[in-house]
Structures are given as structure tokens and as C-alpha cells.
């Protein structure tokens, strides 16, 4: 029997869908270095708090950041589609908190970040599908990508 022309174009078809599936699911993962020129740095000494919170000048760097690194998995504007988790759920808790109850909240999702931001998660079969971040990543720069993420969280419960 022959089969009708449109059936053997089937494979190529389903190929184009799945690279374009993958390409989605994956968006660019290449890491791209964050210039924090602008920010006071850190320093020596790595902190886990991050020292830039309410700095708007590291929010502004960090949006840019995200946007380069992150986006294509967590979602624009860090509204994630499902693909990776919601990054504004990792502080979300600590919004309606009081001051001081608030700083420790916040100082636990920055340890949080900065350990699977800089060194990636691995899933159930030992495939990294959170890439790590250490190679190209400062720490002015991990703290200016959370301090975009907690602006972004804090706008959006308000
Ligand atoms: C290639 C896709 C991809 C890119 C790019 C990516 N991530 Fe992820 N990320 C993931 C996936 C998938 C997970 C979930 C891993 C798991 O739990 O198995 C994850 C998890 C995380 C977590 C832990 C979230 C939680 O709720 O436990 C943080 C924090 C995180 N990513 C930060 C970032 C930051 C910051 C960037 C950009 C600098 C980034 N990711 C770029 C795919 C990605």
C-alpha cells in the first residue's frame, strides 16, 4: 500500500515540533556574566544576606540580569509559565511579616537563592535541569537578580 505524501512528511514534522518544544522548554541557557559596575561591592567575605535590599539601582541590574539568565525558564517579569518554579513564591511569605520577623523571613529565602542560584539542582535522575550560576556569577550579581525578585514579590502582594 502507499502511503499518501502528507503521511511521510510525519517524522520531519514531528521533529520540527519537538526541537521547538525543547527550545521553549529550555529558552537560552548559555549563562551571561551581570556588569553590577554600579553597585558598592560586596566584598571578601561572602554574606548570606543580601546586602542590597530597597537598592533600586540593584533591582534595575537585577531585572536585567533575570531577564538574560532566568526568564526563559522562570518567565518573564518572573510570572512563571510552569516550566520552572514561581521565583516570587520564595519570599512571598515573609511580605506581611514585621520588621524584624521579616529580615530573618527574607535572610532565608537570600541563602536559599544564592546556593541553587550558584550551584544549580539537579533532579530525581541526576540531571542538572536548574543550571549553576557560580562560573559567571558574582555575588553582587546573585544579590542584585534576588533584590529584582523580592521588588517584584513585594509589588505583586501588596
Ligand atoms: C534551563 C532552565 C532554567 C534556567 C535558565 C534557570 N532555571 Fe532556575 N530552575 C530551573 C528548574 C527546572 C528548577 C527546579 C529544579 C528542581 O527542583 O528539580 C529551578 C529551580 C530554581 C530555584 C529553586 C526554586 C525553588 O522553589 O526551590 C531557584 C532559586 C532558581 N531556579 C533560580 C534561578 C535563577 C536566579 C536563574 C537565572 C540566573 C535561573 N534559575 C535560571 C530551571 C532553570
Same mark, same amino acid.
Given at each position: 500500500?502507499?502511503?499518501?505524501?502528507?503521511?511521510?512528511?510525519?517524522?520531519?514534522?514531528?521533529?520540527?515540533?519537538? !526541537?521547538?518544544?525543547?527550545?521553549?522548554?529550555?529558552? =537560552?541557557? $548559555?549563562?551571561?556574566?551581570?556588569?553590577?559596575?554600579?553597585?558598592?561591592? !560586596?566584598?571578601?567575605?561572602? !554574606?548570606?544576606?543580601n546586602?542590597y535590599r530597597g537598592n533600586e539601582k540593584a533591582v534595575a541590574i537585577g531585572a @536585567?540580569?533575570y531577564?538574560?539568565?532566568?526568564?526563559?525558564?522562570?518567565?518573564?517579569n518572573a510570572?512563571?509559565?510552569?516550566?520552572?518554579?514561581?521565583?516570587l513564591?520564595?519570599a512571598?511569605?515573609?511580605v506581611?511579616?514585621?520588621?524584624? @520577623?521579616?529580615?530573618?523571613?527574607l535572610?532565608?529565602? =537570600? @541563602?536559599?537563592?544564592?546556593?541553587? $542560584?550558584?550551584?544549580?539542582?539537579?533532579?530525581?535522575?541526576?540531571?542538572?535541569?536548574?543550571?549553576?550560576?557560580?562560573?559567571?556569577?558574582?555575588? @553582587?550579581?546573585?544579590?542584585a537578580v534576588k533584590s529584582y525578585l523580592d521588588a517584584r514579590t513585594f509589588e505583586m502582594n501588596r
Amino acid at each position: 500500500m502507499k502511503f499518501p505524501i502528507y503521511w511521510r512528511s510525519l517524522p520531519i514534522g514531528l521533529l520540527v515540533i519537538f !526541537v521547538s518544544l525543547k527550545a521553549l522548554a529550555h529558552g =537560552d541557557v $548559555t549563562p551571561h556574566p551581570i556588569d553590577t559596575s554600579g553597585l558598592k561591592p !560586596v566584598g571578601q567575605t561572602s !554574606v548570606d544576606a543580601n546586602p542590597y535590599r530597597g537598592n533600586e539601582k540593584a533591582v534595575a541590574i537585577g531585572a @536585567e540580569g533575570y531577564m538574560h539568565n532566568c526568564a526563559g525558564c522562570h518567565g518573564l517579569n518572573a510570572v512563571s509559565g510552569g516550566v520552572a518554579p514561581d521565583l516570587l513564591a520564595l519570599a512571598r511569605d515573609c511580605v506581611g511579616m514585621k520588621a524584624a @520577623e521579616q529580615a530573618a523571613c527574607l535572610k532565608e529565602s =537570600d @541563602e536559599y537563592f544564592k546556593d541553587i $542560584t550558584l550551584h544549580g539542582k539537579k533532579n530525581g535522575e541526576g540531571r542538572f535541569t536548574m543550571p549553576a550560576y557560580g562560573s559567571v556569577f558574582t555575588d @553582587e550579581a546573585v544579590w542584585a537578580v534576588k533584590s529584582y525578585l523580592d521588588a517584584r514579590t513585594f509589588e505583586m502582594n501588596r
